[in-house]
DNA sequence: TTGAAAGCGCTAACAC
DNA sequence: GTGTTAGCGCTTTCAA
């Protein structure tokens, strides 16, 4: 039978260092500003690390109304792109002694905002938004309508991925991207490129998209479109359409890794072969794109580093030394591996 | 300027219902055995849901002396099996209405102390162990030593793969889906085995490997064993390592599917074709074996299945209403796809 | 069946 | 530079 003892309180360490709870407290306090003596403090300090003493986080977080967490909010934490943005927020809130939430929305609107009002309610102490916002003004609504509620117990909000909320952000440079990925295949001496984007109404999506046309309509170039989930399966879908539709396309731009993955077993499976007849460029290079094969033509993200970043800046917001733009762009890099090659004269 | 407008309390519902706070408790608390008139009950809930009110987290939780939160201990977030698990988890919590914490070690056990100590002064409700235990006697005995602090505030403790420590636990047949990956292997027709093991103190890569051995000794084959690090990385160095030794294997079992992407990969670098070469089986069945070419023989095994079922063990620990058996396994199966065929005459 | 009241452990306003 | 004290919002005796 576990015996129930109480780990050491406040109470226990002023008691042993002979001071009141007020100058323990204090003098424990890394951000007090109050006029402590040294040897008080020291005092207070030896007794405490004698007991072990580590404050309660909940009496903390009664008192202060804030809930020393941080959370990330994903649209799907089995997609390899978010959790590598998890990994990094992770690591950076362990680094600085603070615990992290995720919460995985499945993909669902509904879901998210149940979560999101679940962390409200928590009082957690910075929500970081690792999905970009739908292009959906009453589920933005709803959003934001929780966001200020975060804000106004004190809470922060970070955004990791585009948004139409006017919150901090630590962003990649989505729309650069895919305009270098664009490029890549238009110097290869590609012109007949089909574009796999994501839902229609998710900004990020958006952004890429804008990205490649930016270079495709300046190169006279009108792709074909076809609209995908981020999903590994409806890349699969997407690529059976093009080939469907008769599509002379000889280059074919993804906008994520994990739709990509699709696009390249539906290729394979339809007999065509990568790069010799069809060039294929992703978005993301999330870690499995290292073993596809041929190896994957990707823009990579510094998905661990935005992670990280979020975090940090929400820190900055919290402790109110936040400097700089509200809206930091993460570069990215196109990363030629197997997959591109020059077009193939007997296609296109 | 965001106002600072404090959510209602249950002092407003109490006043609000003409109540004591007393009674206002027990009314909205489902598991009070109090007995309170039907009349006042409904008043109550009615009020509170008029002020649309919810309980404070942090209130409950210093009085109760447990954070109404569960948390998942992973080795690496950015591996698929464990992400898988965590998907599962988070989403039986969230049905629940509980949120979820993640701490990933990355792979250290330093930072798994680290995480789990925090864990532990946080007072969360229940952890979850993903990852298997390491046979090091040290750190599991500082683990154990934890996890009793956790029992002892009144938190429960729950293993998601095998552990040395008697937690209940909610794990899957290690060892009968390699024994029957290695048996399919076997009918084929192969004699010649290698087999690729994760880290030799990882437990439930030692118990894949007992499950290999259990059938290849029986069938008096003796494989050629090679140790890697369950990353993707270390299943390409593996494959090397075959290669290079001469060795004729004409079938490979991989210990989890990340090595196992690797392997595959290193195989078609030096341009060793699977099947018709080599046979690769893997483990796990992640979503990104989908994608692979060709198509992975994988154990599948049910991650987000036992991620939830890892959550409504907890709950009915905490809930005192736990039965049946501490160990619970899930089953596991053998998905035959393209990576395995009847050996090549001209190898072995 | 209801209510009064005592804290849970901590911070911060207010004395001194 | 230090101490006293009043809560934060909730659960749970104990008393009625």
Redesign the pocket.
Known sequence: LPERR?????????RGA????????????PA?T????????RRVHEVAARLG????P???G????RLWTLAVVVHDISDPYFSEVVRGASAAASEAGLPTMVCSSEQTPGIELKNIAMLRQTRVAAVLFAGSGLADTNHERKIAALAREIDSYGGTVVALSPRSERWPAEVCDNRGGAAAAARHLLELGHREIAIVTGPHHVRSSMERVAGYRDVLSEAGIHGEIVEGAFSGESGERAAAELLAAGSRFTAVLVANDAMTMGVLAELRRQGVRVPEEVSVVGFGDIPAVRYLTPALTTVRVPLAKIGAAGVRRALDLLGGTDRGPRVRVHPVELVVRQSTAAPCPSRG
């Not at 109480?6 to 002023?14: I, K, N, Q």
């Not at 003493?53 to 309660?56: L, S």
């Open positions: 109480r780990p050491p309180s406040l109470a226990d360490v002023a002979r001071v009141s709870l007020a100058t323990a407290s204090r003098s424990l306090d007090s109050h006029p402590i003596s040294e040897a008080t403090r003493y580590r404050p309660n909940m009496a903390r009664l008192r202060t109304q």
